[in-house]
């Protein structure tokens, strides 16, 4: 990674969702016409830079934009407008429920994130054995993921994320999963990774404890926007202060 620019640069990003409009049952049954499609922008216009090494808390009330905006960076989105430029390829999404497939074993599963993530099938079987062992989750690894308890769904996307790792983590508010005792084997390794000098990072957080703790800035969005970035106090108090 060039040291001199930014490792995640966001320019103008707007992003809209297609939903359907809801529409009264009776209507839907007598009505000939296709059912209306609505647009919902999630993202208005958002600008902001991360240098490498920061690690960035995001904040803002539910529905503000903060899950979307990690999904537009990791590229599962692409935004209608703007452009998202980063200094590495190699970024990851930890985020419950994304990216596996429910047929598939969990075995499987790691192969395809891992491709995902972008590392080489050779890469990924290297660390197969050292996920499989973190994720605590025994023979299920040869059993399709549909048959997981949500517990065991999570330590093994922690896992895969954590022994995978990547220049940029985007961290969707889980830093513990599973029982007590992977919770704290988790936050530790998470703690781990996050301070690595080398990574930058992005944690979506409600808790401000957690983002005083770990967080070197803080980045506020409300309503689609950036209110506010700045230093994790300042940011915090302004935030608070308006709840
Ligand atoms: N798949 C979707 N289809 C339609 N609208 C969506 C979809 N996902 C999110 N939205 C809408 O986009 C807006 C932003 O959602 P997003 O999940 O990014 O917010 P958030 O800040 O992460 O919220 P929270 O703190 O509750 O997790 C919300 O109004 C939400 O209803």
Known sequence: MDDRKNAIEVEDVHLSYQCLQAFPLRKSIFSLKKSKVEKYEALRGISFGVKKGEIVGVIGRNGSGKSTL??????????????????????????????????????????????????????????????????????????????????????????????????IMLIDEILSVGDTKFKKKSYEKMKELIFDKNRTVMIVSHNPDTVRQLCTSVLWIHEGKVRMQGDVETVLEAYEGEA
């Open 70 to 167: 990690l999904k537009a960076i990791a590229g599962i989105f692409a935004p209608d407008q703007g452009t998202i430029t980063l200094a590495t390829p190699s970024v990851s999404l930890l985020s419950i429920g994304v990216g596996f497939q429910r047929k598939l074993t969990g075995r499987e599963n790691v192969m395809l994130s891992g491709m995902l993530l972008g590392f080489s099938e050779q890469q990924i079987l290297e660390k197969m054995d050292e996920i499989i062992e973190f994720a605590e989750i025994g023979s299920f690894i040869d059993r399709p993921v549909k048959t997981y308890s949500s517990g065991m769904f999570s330590k093994l996307a922690f896992s895969i994320t954590a022994v995978l790792e990547t220049d």
